[in-house]
């Protein structure tokens, strides 16, 4: 296959003919983000976060599609490069409708985890539960015990019926703890980052869209004023209604945001609505609002011709992410359910929770 030389901020690299622009930088150790690209998937240029200069020819061009040609000289952290980077994600961001973080923990003085505490508590798993709460103790007294209860107050299940008791759970939860440490479990970040990290917000929701967060509540839920037991534990926890995000600690978009210091736009496009589908025969979620349209899924899965998999409808500015239109959501079957989940770069598809995509 033919070699050839090109330069990507002044660093000469040796390059094969038919490799991309990405791939030339990554032999030369030069990060370009990306976040409509996996490595083992077909590039469509979607986004625009990986866009370069041509030096030569002065025209901008996506790096994971654009091809290396012989004496290319690229500019690939420029001024002016950062700074068409900075407008793709911004324009994303402008109709990403979702929150980074769940308001019960963003009031929370000392940052818990109170999302993660609830899936826990939902899928049985009570040791781990008590374990999240022990490394959140950090060896000293929960200030639960001593709080107003501004979670509680910040649930926005307040809005529909009645809040998640969280300070009675974790209090019970922290006087609960098994004497032996079984698990390494432990929040994932500090107070400080939750405060520190790029959040998104959601926007103004009508009523119709809030009822959407009630789909992964069971149909009847159970209140204690007391929690006295796991399962009471459990119970309360079921009406969550799961307002955060499952990738906030490992979204590319937030990642990408806090790379180039982007502040949530304050108006956001409208004409993705706030939907939730849920498989619940994989426990497969979708959640619309929070997509980017980066394709990854659909082209993920493109070779699954003998099962439904995820496709585009619609076109242009209305297009989404769908099933099929000849079969249901509950019919996408869960292998390819877990490629979806995985090459999902905003958490807009996710699992109930981890044990879904084993």
Not at 9 to 25: K, M, P, Y
Not at 120 to 131: M, N, R, T, V
Not at 188 to 194: A, F, G, I, P, Q
Not at 227 to 255: N, T
């Amino acid at each position: 296959m033919k070699k050839m030389k090109i330069k990507i901020d002044d660093t000469e690299i040796e390059v094969r003919e038919g490799q991309t622009i990405l791939d030339a930088a990554r032999i030369a150790g030069i990060e370009i983000p990306t976040l409509c690209h996996s490595d083992g998937i077909e590039p469509y240029s979607s986004c625009m976060v990986c866009m370069v200069r041509d030096k030569k020819r002065n025209n901008f061009i996506p790096s994971c599609t654009a091809l290396v040609q012989e004496g290319m000289d690229i500019d690939a952290s420029g001024e002016e490069v950062i700074a068409l980077r900075k407008k793709a994600v911004t324009l994303l961001l402008s109709e990403h409708r979702a929150e980074c973080e769940a308001q019960c923990r963003v009031v929370c003085p000392m940052g818990y985890n109170i999302p993660l505490m609830n899936r826990l508590l939902i899928a049985g798993e009570y040791d781990e539960a008590a374990e999240l709460i022990r490394s959140e103790m950090k060896g000293g007294e929960l200030n639960c015990i001593n709080c107003k209860a501004f979670c509680v107050n910040a649930c926005r299940r307040k809005r529909i019926d009645t809040p998640v008791s969280i300070r009675n759970i974790r209090i019970f939860l922290s006087r609960n703890l098994p004497e032996t440490p079984k698990y390494e479990v432990s929040p994932l970040y500090s107070e400080n980052d939750v405060r520190k990290r790029f959040a998104s917000r959601i926007g103004a929701l009508d009523a119709t869209e809030q009822l959407e967060w009630l789909k992964e509540c069971p149909d009847k839920v159970v209140r204690h004023e007391e929690i006295a037991g796991f399962k009471e534990a459990a119970e309360e926890a079921a009406s969550c209604m799961h307002c955060d995000c499952r990738a906030s600690s490992g979204c590319r978009l937030r990642e990408l945001a806090e790379m180039f210091s982007i502040k949530d736009p304050r108006g956001k496009f409208i004409n993705t609505p706030v939907t939730k589908k849920i498989n619940h025969k994989t426990g497969l979620v979708f959640e619309n609002a929070k997509c980017i349209k980066c394709g990854l899924c659909v082209r993920a899965v493109a070779d699954s011709t003998d099962e439904p998999a995820l496709c585009f409808i619609n076109r242009g500015f209305v297009s989404m992410i769908s099933e099929p239109l000849t079969v249901e959501f509950d019919d996408i079957p869960a292998l390819v359910a877990k490629k979806c989940v995985e090459v999902c770069p905003t958490g807009a598809l996710a699992f109930f929770n981890e044990n879904n995509g084993t």
